[in-house]
């Protein structure tokens, strides 16, 4: 007696399910023989670090080397967690994006100084849940912000976009910050333990992020931070010193007001 054909349908589906599980199983182990990048585990022949400079003008490969997989990585200390969380909490991906492509225009474009700013590597993210790479470029990519401007200069820009970048759209994050008596016309804005946390975390982006310059050791080679001293140190003068720094409207009780700058403690 011939099997209805429900029955026969359910045989055949089910074989080639079946079927299809052990192909694939089949071609998961082959793989990996056939392209060594699919099986996860990178050789050292596999995972290099170019290191470019900024020549007459021109981005400039000088060396090809491998990652310096023998660095230890390091989390987040308890406050720069908090800043993470602040900077999730004030949608601050939404404009910001935290990945530089290995493009030379990118690579160029957030440069500081002569110290050429190295594309992403995926181990700067193995603290990081949820990642915040970003997919809009409203305000810059803030991959290699930490050490480009000081902490004085952040806290100004969080309360006040516009008077530390004439122009900018960003919007100002006073809510960050308290000022303890209104009234008082030399009372400033003091920043709180969220601005201090979300500065704290903006420092860190890219700051143990290393390249390898072939002019150290006597011209033998070596591993430095990709921000010079002296770019960091040049940069954030810069920042400090040119940029107008408008004076902060306080609203004093009565109708009257007084104006300060913005100060911090």
Not at 90 to 104: D, F, K, M, T, W
Not at 118 to 131: K, L, N, T
Not at 189 to 218: C, S
Request: with cysteine; hydrophobic share 35%.
């Amino acid at each position: 007696m011939a099997k209805p054909q429900a029955e026969q349908s359910v045989f055949w589906l089910g074989s080639f399910t079946a079927l299809t599980f052990i192909v694939a199983i089949v071609a998961t182990g082959i793989a990996p023989s056939v392209n060594p990048h699919l099986n996860g585990n990178f050789s050292d022949e596999d995972h290099y670090h170019a290191s470019y400079q900024y020549v007459n003008g021109q981005l400039v490969q000088v060396s090809s080397a491998k990652i310096d997989d023998s660095k230890p990585v390091f989390g987040y200390t308890l406050l720069q967690e908090r800043g993470r969380l602040v900077y999730q909490r004030e949608g601050c991906v939404y404009c910001h994006s935290q990945q530089i492509r290995p493009l030379a225009s990118e690579m160029l474009r957030y440069r500081i100084g002569s110290s050429v700013a190295p594309s992403s590597d995926e181990r700067e993210y193995i603290y990081d849940q949820p990642h915040f790479l970003g997919t809009k470029r409203n305000g810059p990519d803030l991959d290699r912000v930490g050490g480009k401007y000081s902490d004085d200069w952040q806290y100004s820009h969080l309360y006040n976009p516009a008077q530390m970048v004439p122009g900018s759209i960003m919007p100002a994050f006073t809510w960050l910050f308290v000022n303890k008596n209104p009234a008082d016309p030399s009372s400033v804005p003091i920043p709180t333990i969220d601005a201090r946390a979300l500065v704290a975390y903006l420092q860190t982006l890219g700051a143990g992020r290393e390249v390898y310059d072939p002019a150290l050791n006597g011209g033998k080679g070596g591993w430095r931070p990709w921000l010079k001293l002296q770019d960091a140190v040049t940069n954030q003068t810069m920042s400090e010193d040119t940029v107008h720094r408008a004076k902060v409207p306080i609203i004093v009780p009565g109708g009257s007001t007084a104006s300060s700058s913005v100060m911090y403690q």
